[in-house]
C-alpha cells in the first residue's frame, strides 16, 4: 500500500519562500509520477507540478512557473517543492499525489494515490 506524507507548510508574507516535502512508502521501483496539487476554499484542485521518478521529466501548472521547482530524492523516496516569490493566491491546502508511470498531464483524475495535505497561506 502506498502512503504519501506531506510536510512543510506554513505561514509567509509575500515575497517569501516556502519547501514543502512528500515522503513516499510502498513503491518498490521509481516508475511513478509524483505531484503537487493545490486547493484554495471554494476553488477547483488546481496542479502546480508533477515529476517523473525515473528521469529528470517535470512539468509545471502555468501560475507557478518561473516560481516554484519541483525535486526529488529517489534515495529517500521523497518529492519537494520549492515556492520562492510566494503570493497571496497561493494559499491554499497543498496536496501531494502519485500515480503510476509517468504523468505529464497536471489532472488529479490521473493519480491513485493522495496524502493528508499541508496547509500553505500567503499573506500580503
Known amino acids: 500500500q502506498v502512503r504519501l506524507v506531506e510536510s512543510g507548510g506554513g505561514s509567509v508574507q509575500a515575497g517569501g519562500s516556502l519547501r514543502l516535502s512528500c515522503a513516499a512508502s510502498g513503491y518498490r521501483s521509481s516508475g511513478y509520477s509524483m505531484a503537487w496539487f493545490r486547493q484554495a476554499p471554494g476553488k477547483e484542485r488546481e496542479g502546480v507540478a508533477v515529476?517523473?521518478?525515473?528521469?529528470?521529466?517535470?512539468t509545471y501548472g502555468d501560475s507557478v512557473k518561473g516560481r516554484f521547482t519541483i525535486s526529488r530524492d529517489n534515495a529517500k523516496y521523497t518529492l519537494y517543492l520549492q515556492m520562492n516569490s510566494l503570493k497571496p493566491e497561493d494559499t491554499g491546502m497543498y496536496y501531494c499525489?502519485?500515480?503510476?508511470?509517468?504523468?505529464?498531464?497536471?489532472?488529479?483524475?490521473?493519480?491513485?494515490?493522495w496524502g493528508q495535505g499541508t496547509q500553505v497561506t500567503v499573506s500580503s
Open positions: 499525489a502519485s500515480s503510476s508511470g509517468w504523468q505529464s498531464v497536471l489532472d488529479p483524475r490521473n493519480y491513485d494515490y
Open positions: 515529476a517523473y521518478m525515473a528521469t529528470s521529466s517535470t
